[in-house]
């Protein structure tokens, strides 16, 4: 047995402290980067990213992030053949795959794997655990099948993994097991790390071999989106804060003269039985299912995140995203207190 006794922080244990800044207004802030990867291809746009989850990585969603010049990661389960976008919207649509025969045999058919996706700048691998070999070796397949592409790979928590998956050939690692409002992987199985020390490590094992990280999991308000970024995330994935929105996945349920949208984790009972037909004898859900109130539209959604994270540049000074973790000074706060007074 091995005990870490460094304190490990989440976004709740900590908050931005203020600097004297030249910034006026919010609106001299820029929210767009320009990345340009290993292979030479570039991406630029604001780097906010819907999660590839069932009810939120929706051609919807992705067609008014994309206004938005924002990301969205398709779920994997999507029908790839149908999915229907103008080109600037697949140019900031993540095709997903799973480690599965499925997505073998799409992605390793160049007749298929062509005609669907030369328009994709983005492939987004995707397991729930990426801490395997066996992960690392698809990795590398596909970057030796797919040169040219854009490849987010993931999830890990950690320098060494972030580093692995780098050096196999993914361009960005998604980083958080067990942060997401519906994920119960901490509560099931005692595994993960809190997100905003994860953000901060991963990023810094990335940045020293060219590659980049994208925070997923754990943000529940602009603030937090913020925090993420501060912490050196290039990217952020939000699931919870895009869920119940119209462009999301899934009937209005109503319920007392109130309308709801399902959101659930994809470890849930509900997403196994929707793609698995159930849950496997071998294994427990890791996921929940709730009940969002139906949010209307998510552009009023997006105005506020991206209105949250202009604020907390110009509370620090940061022309731009990409200066934020040069800007940022974190200061511990006391949780206990907070929870008895009901402070934020």
């Avoid at 993994?161 to 993914?170: I, P, Q, V, Y």
């Avoid at 793609?275 to 959604?301: C, F, L, Q, W």
Wanted: glycine share 10%; charged share 25%.
């Amino acid at each position: 047995m091995k005990i870490e006794n460094e304190t490990k922080l989440d976004y709740s244990d900590v908050l931005i402290r203020p600097k004297r800044s030249e910034l006026v207004s919010r609106k001299d802030v820029s929210l767009e980067r320009e990345f340009i990867f290993k292979n030479g291809m570039i991406w630029k746009g604001v780097p906010v990213a819907a999660a590839n989850m069932d009810t939120i990585g929706t051609p919807e969603m992705a067609k008014v992030l994309s206004s938005f010049d924002m990301l969205t990661c398709m779920c994997k389960h999507a029908d790839l053949l149908n999915i229907e976008a103008e080109p600037n919207e697949k140019s900031n649509m993540a095709v997903s795959f799973g480690m599965n025969e499925h997505s073998r045999d799409i992605l390793f058919n160049p007749d298929v794997a062509k005609r669907l996706f030369s328009s994709h700048k983005f492939f987004c691998l995707d397991v729930a655990n990426g801490y395997s070999q066996t992960f690392i070796d698809f990795v590398t397949e596909v970057r030796e099948k797919w040169p040219e592409k854009i490849i987010i790979a993931g999830n890990v928590v950690t320098r060494e993994m972030t580093e692995a998956l780098l050096l196999a050939g993914a361009d960005i690692i998604k980083v958080g097991i067990g942060p997401g409002s519906v994920c119960t992987t901490r509560k099931m199985a005692g595994v993960g790390y809190p997100q905003l020390s994860a953000v901060a490590e991963c990023a810094d094992a990335a940045h020293g071999l060219g590659g980049f990280i994208m925070a997923d999991g754990g943000c529940t308000c602009p603030g937090d989106t913020a925090k993420a970024f501060g912490a050196g995330a290039d990217f952020v994935m939000l699931g919870g804060m895009l869920s119940g929105h119209t462009e999301c996945a899934g009937e209005l349920i109503e319920d007392d003269g109130v309308a709801y949208k399902r959101f659930y984790g994809m470890s849930s009972d509900t997403a196994m039985n929707k793609h698995n037909g159930g849950v496997a004898d071998y294994r427990a859900s890791e996921g929940k299912t709730v009940m969002i109130p139906h949010r209307g539209p998510v552009a009023n959604t997006v105005r506020e995140i991206l209105g949250g994270i202009r604020s907390a540049c110009t509370y620090v000074g940061a022309r731009r995203i990409k200066d934020l973790p040069k800007c940022t000074t974190f200061v511990k706060v006391n949780r206990q207190l907070n929870e008895v007074f009901g402070r934020s």
